[in-house]
């Protein structure tokens, strides 16, 4: 046997029975966005500042004979990585932001 209710029953007797629209609403805004590129955008930037030759590697060739400093420039160890952070710091911001 299948119940079935009846909107006029006594279970729903004094209750209004009103629709409520609920809006498709989404947690992030213009701004977020923003943010989140901005935060994607240093980034990469850090990641490409990485980048460079190995350190047994010249002209393009390894060469195990050769030692290449250029793996310890301030450009690689020091300014590539803070880029790296900080572009985690704003994603972090940008998605904790309220609109």
Known sequence: ???KTNKFSADNFGKETTEVSQEN???FGKENF???LIGFACIVVGFLLMM???ANTVDGKFDPNSWNDGIF???????APLFVVVGFVIEVYAILKRK
């Open 1 to 3: 046997m299948s119940k």
């Open 52 to 54: 460079g030759p190995d």
């Open 25 to 27: 609403t989404f947690y």
């Open 34 to 36: 923003k943010w989140m």
């Open 73 to 79: 420039s301030i450009r690689r160890i020091r300014i």
